[in-house]
T-cell receptor
Framework: DAGVIQSPRHEVTEMGQEVTLRCKPISGHNSLFWYRQTMMRGLELLIYFNNNVPIDDSGMPEDRFSAKMPNASFSTLKIQPSEPRDSAVYFC????????????FGNGTRLTVT | GIQVEQSPPDLILQEGANSTLRCNFSDSVNNLQWFHQNPWGQLINLFYIPSGTKQNGRLSATTVATERYSLLYISSSQTTDSGVYFCARQTGANNLFFGTGTRLTVIP
């Protein structure tokens, strides 16, 4: 299995621009998570989906952030408009929630907003 | 709120030494995982261990759920073990809460 695939690996953008991060979960996994990692706050859960349905988005920092999962093999996290404080590493992870199974992470997208 | 505390926050070892990392959690656990974040930022799943003991090569982990802690043992450490070790516990709602990590540096 190729694992969780995220793109792009790095993104540098100017303040005010729209940013879209992409994730392909492991085939057969029905839960997908978006995490953000910063030095100050560590790893924070932004949102997670079960069977393509958003279950908990309480970690999404504000309305500028949105996430979608149109099908079982693809999810996006969008920031519009982006701000310098959004600079972080964004991780996508997936697992099979039908029984207790480990969470598997993608390699992350390092976002820099200037 | 849900607490996941890790100790020590930083650890420096000579290559070949052994170490024990600790994770304390404040509530009952459905799932506990240990991850290694390598210097390139990748988060690697080490153990899924809600209870009991597991071993994988030079690494082993023990979770005592009734006493709300888990331990990660690293034996004969190597420079490639350097990085940050996270434990994360799952609530009943499928969410994983991460500790603040232990930063390990192994010196040749």
């Amino acid at each position: 299995d190729a694992g969780v695939i995220q793109s792009p690996r790095h993104e540098v953008t100017e303040m005010g621009q729209e940013v879209t991060l992409r994730c392909k979960p492991i085939s057969g996994h029905n839960s997908l998570f978006w995490y953000r990692q910063t030095m100050m706050r560590g790893l924070e859960l932004l949102i997670y989906f079960n069977n393509n349905v958003p279950i908990d988005d309480s970690g999404m920092p504000e309305d500028r952030f949105s996430a979608k999962m149109p099908n079982a093999s693809f999810s996006t996290l969008k920031i519009q408009p982006s701000e310098p404080r959004d600079s972080a590493v964004y991780f996508c992870a997936s697992r099979d929630s039908s029984y207790n199974s480990p969470l598997h992470f993608g390699n992350g997208t390092r976002l820099t907003v200037t | 709120g849900i607490q996941v505390e890790q100790s020590p926050p930083d650890l420096i070892l000579q290559e070949g030494a052994n170490s024990t990392l600790r994770c304390n959690f404040s509530d009952s656990v459905n799932n506990l995982q240990w991850f290694h974040q390598n210097p390139w930022g990748q988060l690697i799943n080490l153990f899924y261990i809600p209870s009991g003991t597991k071993q994988n090569g030079r690494l082993s982990a023990t979770t005592v759920a009734t006493e709300r802690y888990s331990l990660l043992y690293i034996s004969s450490s190597q420079t490639t073990d350097s990085g940050v070790y996270f434990c994360a516990r799952q609530t009943g709602a499928n969410n994983l809460f991460f500790g603040t990590g232990t930063r390990l540096t192994v010196i040749p």
